[in-house]
């Protein structure tokens, strides 16, 4: 069991599709792993629909929070900084793991934009945020974390994704309410590849991913990937899949903000700080205030919108 | 620029040598820092130690430190995180003022763009200092957070990463007795009660060794210093060298008094040469010397000066502009190298600095688009640089954009100096001063080859001569462009109607 541990240049795809496990095992792996210098670790998996925003990032703004419940769409929130994604099984999840001095985004990107432009006839390029686009269209999004021993970078990369869906999860209602100083993604029209190839498929991306993965590192033996079954290594992973789960790591990690009401009456701005509502500023707001101080944001978000249509019904 | 004076040789009219790099790691983060940019940054008093590249060395006499008399405060800057960031965002702070931590502790975690990155301590030590709130923009290579560490001298553990020695400067080392010594040492340890016990039986702290932690006196120290008062002196202590066997013809050492140090803290300008300086140290220079016939301009001047007595004409503008005519045919040195090295930039403007001593230190600003300036014109803008420098008022715009630059050196004095490049320009020169020297007259044809064996019989005449010492990064610019470009100035400078009919 221990042998997924091993350092060197390999390839490791998750048969998970739970974006907490999934993003636990990347975790596990990374800070487990005894990363050999001058190789890499690729990490491939996909996740049933969910939401995943950066490490600072704030889910109201980033995403219809309601929506994503009423749909049963996770929503998770990743170690990494940079941007929300919406993923999906039209959507290919790439992690490359170094030690820390072998850190470099451009040189991973470059390795997938040749790979799939020479394969299936594209025209990809990277842009200065690291970014993969193909003529206007963002068909990656790009993070990474850099630890003192080692470091990682991954990526999603559009293949064959429900775009109205990931439109309608990454809708906002509530940017327009918030202010902080949490990390706001920067939003890009997006497209499929296979939308610019129609022969492009989940299975034949992963396939030649693993192929040039091995030429690109120079290894020979290139079937040297693995399967991870996730339950066996439920012990490792479970504290931190329990973290990434929990409501706390979620929504509490959030930084603060301040979330503004207007009506025609007054203005009310809820200040949060650490997920809870610390305070209620507005003209007459005495019942609220001891109905919501000291409330989690996010546990007493239903009440809060509430808020605003009472008051516009008046 | 830090000049070092190599001797005069008169017979030597050219000479060329070769700086090898220094063996030193370069540093971790590049800034091309104009001197301004960090006149605008609080400074802070920091001990010079602390700065990556130095290493100091200790001598094999031991000694102890105690943490509070020179407990050092080291400032842990933001260590370069790779793809050319320079700045990030604070988003979490792990440690708090106060907390002790060790060496790969997490301190806080940084963001650019979307990379997250945790950074880790470095030392061991507590926490004295936080420089950014959170949310706030960090700078690659500037102070993240103050440490003081736990031990006086911090000796990393690992050999890779970041071998700081941060060693606190010692103003005055402990005395651990030599009793001829009477340096009144402030920094002498014992408590309150001690000190009081000292001034009742009037005992001079600085004659009583002490037997506590880290050299404290102690109160038994005191008592067993007056029983021993009328006993003759102690001897040093064990670990000093070995006493010398006395003959009766030495004579006694002369009774002195040690002059105590001064120590001081290096800031603003100073701190910013000691950056720059240690920066262009990693490029590797050459020098080439040679000397210019500035007999014609010494008669133009005299001319100019007979039209016109208010004229307020020195050489220099004579020189920057004969700089720039030549620069046009080898523009290799009027250009920029990026920090890797990867990169020549050949620079449009001649943007010529002029090295200053200023009001608040060495300066060089720059005269902008001298291909475009008349030397009239060129010594007004020198003018009123020199005065801006004087008032301690010259802007950025002045003091940046520079892509050659010189150095009047010879104003004060000297002949052959070896400058420093101010990076990242690849070419720089110190002008020696102006002497009158005999100079043998040229063979001019074979028709005098009849005498060549009759040299005491040659002619001679008394020339202006200047020396010029050139420096350039040897890695774009080789001798032979130097040597070329400095013939081509030579000439200008030698037959300055060539310099005039071409501007």
């Not at chain 1, 950066?54 to 990494?80: C, F, H, M, T």
């Not at chain 1, 970014?131 to 993070?143: C, E, H």
């Given at each position: 069991?221990?042998?997924?541990?091993?350092?060197?240049?390999?390839?490791?795809?998750?048969?998970?599709?739970?974006?907490?496990?999934?993003?636990?095992?990347?975790?596990?792996?990374?800070?487990?792993?005894?990363?050999?210098?001058?190789?890499?670790?690729?990490?491939?998996?996909?996740?049933?629909?969910?939401?995943?925003?950066?490490?600072?990032?704030?889910?109201?703004?980033?995403?219809?929070?309601?929506?994503?419940?009423?749909?049963?769409?996770?929503?998770?929130?990743?170690?990494?900084?940079?941007?929300?994604?919406?993923?999906?099984?039209?959507?290919?999840?790439?992690?490359?793991?170094?030690?820390?001095?072998?850190?470099?985004?451009?040189?991973?990107?470059?390795?997938?934009?040749?790979?799939?432009?020479?394969?299936?006839?594209?025209?990809?390029?990277?842009?200065?945020?690291?970014?993969?686009?193909?003529?206007?269209?963002?068909?990656?999004?790009?993070?990474?974390?850099?630890?003192?021993?080692?470091?990682?970078?991954?990526?999603?990369?559009?293949?064959?994704?429900?775009?109205?869906?990931?439109?309608?999860?990454?809708?906002?209602?509530?940017?327009?309410?918030?202010?902080?100083?949490?990390?706001?993604?920067?939003?890009?029209?997006?497209?499929?590849?296979?939308?610019?190839?129609?022969?492009?498929?989940?299975?034949?991306?992963?396939?030649?991913?693993?192929?040039?993965?091995?030429?690109?590192?120079?290894?020979?033996?290139?079937?040297?990937?693995?399967?991870?079954?996730?339950?066996?290594?439920?012990?490792?992973?479970?504290?931190?899949?329990?973290?990434?789960?929990?409501?706390?790591?979620?929504?509490?990690?959030?930084?603060?903000?301040?979330?503004?009401?207007?009506?025609?009456?007054?203005?009310?701005?809820?200040?949060?700080?650490?997920?809870?509502?610390?305070?209620?500023?507005?003209?007459?707001?005495?019942?609220?205030?001891?109905?919501?101080?000291?409330?989690?944001?996010?546990?007493?978000?239903?009440?809060?919108?509430?808020?605003?249509?009472?008051?516009?019904?008046? | 620029?830090?000049?070092?004076?190599?001797?005069?040789?008169?017979?030597?009219?050219?000479?060329?040598?070769?700086?090898?790099m220094l063996k030193r790691p370069p540093s971790s983060s590049y800034?091309?820092?104009?001197?301004?940019?960090?006149?605008?940054?609080?400074?802070?008093?920091?001990?010079?130690?602390?700065?990556n590249n130095?290493?100091?060395?200790?001598?094999?006499?031991?000694?102890?430190?105690?943490?509070?008399?020179?407990?050092?405060?080291?400032?842990?800057?933001?260590?370069d995180?790779?793809?050319?960031?320079?700045?990030?965002?604070?988003?979490?702070?792990?440690?708090?003022?106060?907390?002790?931590?060790?060496?790969?502790?997490?301190?806080?975690?940084?963001?650019?763009?979307?990379?997250?990155?945790?950074?880790?301590?470095?030392?061991?030590?507590?926490?004295?200092?936080?420089?950014?709130?959170?949310?706030?923009?960090?700078?690659?290579?500037?102070?993240?957070?103050?440490?003081?560490?736990?031990?006086?001298?911090?000796?990393?553990?690992?050999?890779?990463?970041?071998?700081?020695?941060?060693?606190?400067?010692?103003?005055?080392?402990?005395?651990?007795?030599?009793?001829?010594?009477?340096?009144?040492?402030?920094?002498?340890?014992?408590?309150?009660?001690?000190?009081?016990?000292?001034?009742?039986?009037?005992?001079?702290?600085?004659?009583?060794?002490?037997?506590?932690?880290?050299?404290?006196?102690?109160?038994?120290?005191?008592?067993?210093?007056?029983?021993?008062?009328?006993?003759?002196?102690?001897?040093?202590?064990?670990?000093?060298?070995?006493?010398?066997?006395?003959?009766?013809?030495?004579?006694?050492?002369?009774?002195?008094?040690?002059?105590?140090?001064?120590?001081?803290?290096?800031?603003?300008?100073?701190?910013?040469?000691?950056?720059?300086?240690t920066q262009?140290n990693t490029v590797?220079?050459?020098?080439?010397?040679?000397?210019?016939?500035?007999?014609?301009?010494?008669?133009?001047?005299?001319?100019?000066?007979?039209?016109?007595?208010?004229?307020?004409?020195?050489?220099?503008?004579?020189?920057?502009?004969?700089?720039?005519?030549?620069?046009?045919?080898?523009?290799?040195?009027?250009?920029?190298?990026?920090s890797k090295c990867?990169?020549?930039?050949?620079?449009?403007?001649?943007?010529?600095?002029?090295?200053?001593?200023?009001?608040?230190?060495?300066?060089?600003?720059?005269?902008?688009?001298?291909?475009?300036?008349?030397?009239?014109?060129?010594?007004?803008?020198?003018?009123?640089?020199?005065?801006?420098?004087?008032?301690?008022?010259?802007?950025?715009?002045?003091?940046?954009?520079?892509?050659?630059?010189?150095?009047?050196?010879?104003?004060?004095?000297?002949?052959?100096?070896?400058?420093?490049?101010?990076?990242?320009?690849?070419?720089?020169?110190?002008?020696?001063?102006?002497?009158?020297?005999?100079?043998?007259?040229?063979?001019?044809?074979?028709?005098?080859?009849?005498?060549?064996?009759?040299?005491?019989?040659?002619?001679?005449?008394?020339?202006?001569?200047?020396?010029?010492?050139?420096?350039?990064?040897?890695?774009?610019?080789?001798?032979?462009?130097?040597?070329?470009?400095?013939?081509?100035?030579?000439?200008?400078?030698?037959?300055?109607?060539?310099?005039?009919?071409?501007?």
């Open positions: 069991m221990q042998s997924i541990l091993r350092g060197g240049n390999r390839v490791l795809i998750s048969r998970s599709t739970d974006v907490y496990t999934n993003l636990a095992l990347e975790r596990y792996l990374a800070e487990n792993i005894k990363h050999q210098p001058k190789t890499r670790l690729l990490l491939l998996w996909r996740n049933k629909p969910c939401v995943v925003m950066g490490r600072y990032q704030n889910p109201y703004v980033e995403s219809d929070i309601k929506y994503l419940n009423d749909k049963q769409i996770d929503l998770a929130r990743r170690y990494s900084g940079g941007g929300t994604c919406y993923h999906d099984f039209g959507n290919l999840n790439l992690t490359i793991l170094t030690t820390r001095q072998d850190y470099n985004r451009k040189k991973n990107l470059q390795w997938v934009v040749n790979t799939l432009n020479k394969a299936f006839n594209l025209t990809l390029y990277i842009t200065d945020r690291d970014d993969i686009f193909l003529d206007t269209y963002k068909v990656t999004g790009s993070a990474s974390r850099l630890e003192r021993l080692y470091a990682y970078h991954h990526f999603t990369l559009l293949l064959r994704a429900d775009l109205n869906e990931l439109r309608r999860s990454l809708k906002s209602t509530d940017h327009m309410h918030i202010t902080s100083k949490a990390t706001s993604s920067v939003r890009s029209s997006v497209l499929n590849l296979s939308d610019q190839n129609n022969s492009i498929t989940y299975e034949n991306t992963l396939e030649l991913l693993i192929k040039t993965f091995f030429q690109w590192n120079n290894e020979e033996n290139t079937s040297n990937y693995d399967y991870i079954d996730s339950l066996l290594y439920y012990e490792q992973t479970k504290n931190i899949e329990n973290e990434l789960k929990s409501k706390k790591f979620i929504f509490e990690t959030t930084p603060p903000f301040v979330y503004t009401i207007e009506n025609k009456k007054q203005t009310i701005e809820i200040t949060v700080s650490n997920g809870i509502i610390t305070d209620i500023k507005g003209n007459d707001l005495i019942n609220e205030k001891k109905q919501f101080i000291g409330q989690l944001f996010h546990s007493v978000y239903d009440d809060i919108h509430k808020l605003k249509t009472n008051y516009l019904s008046e | 620029m830090l000049t070092r004076y190599a001797s005069n040789n008169a017979a030597l009219r050219c000479v060329t040598y070769s700086l090898h800034q091309a820092m104009s001197y301004v940019h960090s006149l605008q940054k609080p400074t802070n008093t920091i001990p010079i130690s602390s700065i130095s290493i100091l060395h200790f001598d094999s006499r031991p000694f102890s430190l105690s943490v509070s008399r020179l407990s050092s405060v080291v400032q842990f800057k933001l260590a995180i790779g793809e050319g960031i320079r700045e990030v965002e604070v988003k979490e702070w792990y440690v708090k003022v106060g907390d002790q931590v060790k060496q790969f502790d997490k301190i806080c975690e940084v963001q650019s763009d979307k990379a997250n990155v945790t950074i880790t301590s470095r030392y061991d030590g507590a926490i004295v200092k936080l420089h950014y709130n959170v949310n706030a923009t960090a700078i690659v290579g500037e102070p993240l957070v103050d440490i003081r560490l736990q031990h006086g001298i911090e000796v990393p553990a690992t050999t890779q990463s970041a071998p700081v020695l941060a060693a606190p400067v010692i103003p005055e080392e402990p005395v651990k007795t030599e009793t001829l010594n009477k340096i009144p040492s402030p920094d002498i340890l014992a408590t309150p009660a001690v000190r009081r016990m000292a001034k009742d039986l009037q005992i001079s702290l600085n004659d009583v060794q002490g037997s506590g932690k880290d050299g404290r006196i102690l109160k038994e120290d005191l008592l067993n210093h007056k029983s021993a008062a009328s006993k003759p002196p102690p001897t040093a202590s064990p670990p000093s060298p070995a006493t010398v066997k006395s003959t009766p013809t030495i004579k006694p050492r002369p009774t002195t008094t040690t002059v105590a140090d001064r120590n001081e803290p290096i800031k603003g300008i100073k701190k910013a040469m000691v950056k720059t300086m262009a590797p220079h050459f020098t080439y010397c040679d000397e210019y016939d500035m007999s014609q301009l010494v008669k133009l001047r005299k001319q100019l000066k007979k039209q016109n007595k208010d004229i307020k004409i020195s050489y220099l503008p004579f020189i920057i502009k004969a700089c720039s005519q030549a620069l046009l045919n080898h523009p290799i040195l009027n250009a920029h190298v990026d990867e990169n020549i930039t050949y620079k449009g403007s001649h943007n010529i600095g002029i090295a200053m001593d200023t009001k608040d230190g060495l300066l060089v600003p720059n005269i902008k688009n001298v291909q475009q300036l008349s030397i009239t014109q060129i010594a007004n803008e020198l003018n009123r640089l020199q005065q801006l420098g004087k008032a301690g008022k010259l802007s950025t715009d002045d003091l940046t954009g520079g892509t050659f630059s010189l150095s009047n050196i010879g104003a004060i004095g000297g002949t052959y100096a070896v400058p420093i490049l101010l990076l990242p320009e690849v070419a720089i020169c110190a002008l020696g001063k102006i002497v009158r020297r005999i100079v043998p007259d040229e063979e001019d044809d074979e028709s005098s080859s009849s005498s060549s064996s009759d040299d005491e019989y040659c002619s001679y005449s008394v020339r202006s001569m200047m020396s010029a010492s050139w420096s350039a990064d040897h890695r774009v610019i080789d001798g032979a462009t130097m040597a070329r470009f400095s013939n081509e100035l030579k000439y200008l400078l030698e037959n300055p109607l060539q310099l005039l009919i071409n501007q």
